[in-house]
């Protein structure tokens, strides 16, 4: 028995989401049924960051056990022939039989993609949120150095989430004009449901003059998802990055 | 009556593409429905470019005429709460009643976009053009310059091209690598059937040194379509500017 991590990308947009659900297609189900079906055997992978619906990801990681005798480091070629053409395994390798994506030490690195002109082409629709009116890039960059570090981002997490403690570590945020767009990075060791989006809601009002300066502030320090901006849509949203600390594989 | 000029900007993969048919979703197709809406007559617009199916667009013109009072200048807005989100009317204008698209000088820009990259992200599979091996930027960008001006391009056409000449004058053309992406950007007084996409295929054949140095010379002289490299596919193609010279509006 050995156990195998996967980089999967993937286009969330006909997607609901990573995590397997019995009536609607699923990033997870899709990986389920085409390794179960690459290898004979019934496979149930086991996934690092359960994506919304609509969220897209250049590496989000997975792993599963199998007997298989087929090499770690080509399966991601064997899978990407009987995946969909909107998931592609970026690559496979072979890790400890105890290694489980959750529960190492990570950085993610998430990316909210905001197309910031009076009109976008419809070739963006599926990737960008649309901002018309022009953003202040500089107070958005400075509104968000205030998150950076250990805090409670209760403000910062939907309502609904079931986490055990709002308390996150934000490693680095920034945001940058790129020409018609404007793109908010965002790394951390871990994250709370719908966080990055509402952060980038938040950093939006912001840099409309919808909000003051110090409004970001104000709301990670009030603890109240009331305090904070609007969830930004899924579609902006793209899991870029994921690095696993102390593991040299 | 007056003539209004729309500047039209889509996602072709969803569309067989520009000019209508019976049977299948066309751009014209749709523009024609959605501004018959508008203005509570029959109207049958008059394109520029029938780009091909999965082609894209950031600005294609049409123009239509209406005795209706809405003012020109108006008529984007409206039009785009009626159409599909994978079609949008960037502006609209009044022009002269025999302004006619496609009996006036104009410089078109198209932009192939390849993503040159082992593996390439689904969320640009919609959009580009996946070659995996490493392309000589600098060699297709010396072949492409033989293309530029007036020349006979029978090499670089369909065989189904029904044009009663095939000279075209191609008055730029530019190869440039942009981070994972190689785009091929050409603009000229005309085209013809499949023209920048066989442009593309033939310099991606160079590029990849499956053809020497000279190779598109050759084919340019040869005036026959098999001395030419391949169709490159629809989905890399966007019709990016539309110049209509000696014109003030």
Known sequence: MKRILLCVAYDGTNYSGWQLQDNAPTIEGE???ALSDLHGEEIAVIG?????????????????????????????????????????VVWSREVAPDFHPRHTNTVKTYEYTIYNEPI????????????????????????????????DFKSFASVYTTAETTVRTITDIDVRREGSYVKITVSGTGFLYNM???????LIDVGLGRRAEGF?????????????????????????KYEFLDQCF
């Open 48 to 88: 690092a960051s359960r994506t919304d619906a609509g969220v897209h990801a250049l590496c989000n990681m997975a792993v599963y056990d199998t007997d298989a005798r087929m090499p770690a480091e080509k399966v991601s070629f064997a899978l990407n022939t009987v995946l969909p053409e909107d998931i592609k």
């Open 31 to 33: 990986l389920n049924k």
């Open 216 to 240: 970001t502030k104000a709301a990670l320090d009030a603890l109240d998802r009331r305090s904070a901006g609007p969830t930004a849509p899924a579609r902006g949203l793209m899991l870029i």
């Open 120 to 151: 976008m082409p419809p070739t963006e629709r599926l990737y960008a949120y649309h901002v018309k009116d022009k953003l202040d890039v500089a107070i958005m960059e400075k509104e968000a150095k205030c998150l950076v570090g250990e805090h």
């Open 196 to 202: 990055v989006r509402i952060i980038a809601g938040t």
